[in-house]
């Protein structure tokens, strides 16, 4: 069936479908849209599931770690400065590994306030243990949730996941987007929260471990659970390809890489954005792709790194943050991580730019500009669209 819907309406139609049987939120711009729609699920009887109306975004990431535990499947939404007041729980539930499914509308953080986006909410959860998933249009989003359930539920994996939608423009805007049969998608799901909590069987969880007891080894087990998502999230997303016939990427979406000599990587819908400039520079004459990252954590250092070996010598990155102490911006820092130290042919030149830092807006002609100048060895601008 084809609907009319925003990016948040998309979200919601994801968790009906998804079956989701605990919501916990509280209101906050540009996330609201989200769990009102859920909460008209619920009242109309489209959605069986209990919504907790909490006081704050602390209170309701604490109740669904509580739901999971018992075995429920989850969700919450939230936006910026929601999130960090959710902070402890954050890190709560990936320590506890429980596999609560968040929509993060990306919202930038203040001061100064503002509602408008950008992608500095997201990339500060990077150390959580959490996987974090960026959505680029409204098929997308409601694609992306529906395997996140099916990621975060595996009992190999059991980590909580995030869904990372931009604020206003994916979130508030509408296009035509496919919502699968409730029967296909009630086969394409096939696992369950574990149950931590059984009345018959009490146990204590996450008392005080002392340094020589398991405290590392309980984290070491919750970092080998985020890289086995690497291949979960691979194989999820091949079999939904084979499932409902549409493929957003597994841990990268390439574009037009196959004799590329240098490519735009982005994330969001900054990476659409950046095949419209692709097609432009192709018709130019200039051999451009785009790399899309889907999931930035667990970060796709492989996947980057066969895009080097494979001929590509030049990676031109568009960061919606700003990684502060550093050169220019979280994803910047992360992809040079990844390609500083691997056994290709040559080291690839890696630049990195900030751009659309609290909604600005970022233009293809931009892009393309900057690719220029990259491609002829010429300074780069790092920040785009800065008045100075």
């Known amino acids: 069936m084809k609907k009319i819907l925003s990016g948040n309406r998309a979200a919601a139609e994801a968790v009906r479908l998804s079956k989701v049987e605990v919501v916990a939120a509280y209101p906050i711009t540009p996330q609201s849209e989200i769990v009102e729609t859920i909460f008209g699920f619920i009242a109309d009887g489209s959605l069986k599931a209990d919504f907790i109306r909490v006081e704050g975004e602390h209170t309701a990431l604490a109740a669904l770690i509580g739901a999971a535990m018992a075995g429920s499947r989850t969700f919450t939404a939230t936006s910026s400065q929601g999130l960090l007041y959710m902070d402890e729980m954050v890190h709560w539930a990936a320590g506890q590994r429980v596999p609560i499914v968040m929509v993060l509308v990306n919202r930038a953080i203040g001061p100064p306030w503002s509602i408008w986006s950008d992608h500095q909410d997201a990339v500060s959860m990077a150390l959580t243990g959490w996987n974090i998933m960026f959505a680029s249009n409204q098929q997308d989003v409601l694609d992306t949730v529906i395997q996140a359930y099916e990621i975060s539920e595996d009992s190999s994996i059991h980590i909580p996941c995030m869904v990372c939608v931009d604020g206003f423009n994916l979130s508030h805007k509408s296009t035509r987007v496919e919502v699968p049969e409730q029967a296909k998608v009630d086969e394409f799901l096939t696992n369950r929260p574990n149950v931590y909590l059984d009345v018959d069987n009490p ?32 194989e999820v997303a091949k079999r939904f390809k084979e499932h409902f016939g549409r493929f957003h990427g597994d841990l990268i979406n390439t574009y037009r890489c196959e004799d590329a000599e240098a490519v735009f990587v982005s994330a969001g819908m900054l990476s659409d954005q950046a095949e419209l400039a692709v097609d432009k520079m192709r018709e130019d004459g200039k051999n451009i792709g785009s790399v899309k990252i889907r999931a930035y954590r667990p970060f796709p250092t492989e996947e980057f790194r066969e895009l080097a070996n494979s001929g590509i010598d030049k990676f031109l990155v568009f960061d919606k943050n700003i990684n502060f102490g550093m050169e220019g911006g979280a994803m910047f820092t992360d992809l040079k991580a990844a390609l500083y130290n691997f056994d290709g042919s040559s080291r690839p030149s890696v630049q990195g730019v900030i751009a659309g830092i609290g909604g600005r807006n970022v233009s293809i002609e931009q892009q393309y500009t900057t690719m220029d100048r990259f491609l002829e060895g010429k300074t780069v601008e790092k920040w785009i669209g800065l008045h100075r």
């Open 203 to 234: 146990a204590t969880f996450n008392s005080v471990i002392l340094p020589e007891r398991s405290f590392m080894e309980y984290k070491f087990k919750v970092s080998e659970a985020v890289q086995r998502s690497k291949a979960k999230i691979a």
